[in-house]
T-cell receptor
Framework: DSGVTQTPKHLITATGQRVTLRCSPR?????VYWYQQSLDQGLQFLIQ???????AKGNILERFSAQQFPDLHSELNLSSLELGDSALYFC???????????FGAGTRLSVL | EDKVVQSPLSLVVHEGDTVTLNCSYE??????LLWYKQEKKAPTFLFML????IEKKSGRLSSILDKKELFSILNITATQTGDSAIYLC???????????FGGGTRLMVKP
């Protein structure tokens, strides 16, 4: 158990809908990272937050957004969902300094 | 753009065999290289290799880093069925805030 908690484990929704994925980092970690894993793309970095502030952006679509709250949990919002958004979404946390990121169990999103 | 490439794509071995997984990287301002094991879902951290720590070992798993040739290998000796997983290597970017992952090596260990 990495100590990173993600909910929900599975999400099934329809095209055009909006969903929110939630992540609680390990105790003491200030950084939260979001990744998308699909069969054809592998693990792709989406966005990082550090102590409530956005720090880095990767290949994140404009339809996607994230935030980190004062208690350090983070949410990833995906809107106007398309079939191609079906993937595993991982949250990771870390100190932000020594580069090791610890991953949660992921949320499997299925867009039908 | 940072790049991490793993080989082979997949590997099937029998219990007791030794395997070597490869990872080559091209990153701006190398900081470290990380290995993860992904079974059902979450990638779990195995090793981090840096300029000052180019060899790591934990039980039957070991890893080395060749900074000159820009690659790393992960060795697993006396493989067990529980070693079956996807093994991922990753490198952080210059700012240390995002990991670029390789495509992974899928290892299957048969009884």
């Amino acid at each position: 158990d990495s100590g990173v908690t993600q909910t929900p484990k599975h999400l099934i929704t329809a095209t055009g809908q909006r969903v929110t994925l939630r992540c609680s980092p390990r105790s003491g970690d200030l950084s939260v990272y979001w990744y998308q894993q699909s069969l054809d793309q592998g693990l792709q970095f989406l966005i990082q937050y550090y102590n409530g502030e956005e720090r880095a952006k990767g290949n994140i679509l404009e339809r996607f957004s994230a935030q980190q709250f004062p208690d350090l949990h983070s949410e990833l919002n995906l809107s106007s969902l398309e079939l191609g958004d079906s993937a595993l979404y991982f949250c990771a946390s870390g100190q932000g300094t020594e580069n090791i990121q610890y991953f949660g169990a992921g949320t499997r999103l299925s867009v039908l | 753009e940072d790049k991490v490439v793993q080989s082979p794509l997949s590997l099937v071995v029998h219990e007791g065999d030794t395997v070597t997984l490869n990872c080559s990287y091209e990153v701006t301002n190398f900081r470290s290289l990380l290995w993860y094991k992904q079974e059902k879902k979450a990638p779990t951290f195995l090793f981090m290799l840096t300029s000052s720590g180019i060899e790591k070992k934990s039980g039957r798993l070991s890893s080395i880093l060749d900074k000159k040739e820009l690659f790393s290998i992960l060795n697993i000796t006396a493989t067990q069925t529980g070693d079956s997983a996807i093994y991922l290597c990753a490198a952080p970017n210059n700012a240390g805030n995002m990991l670029t992952f390789g495509g992974g090596t899928r290892l299957m260990v048969k009884p």
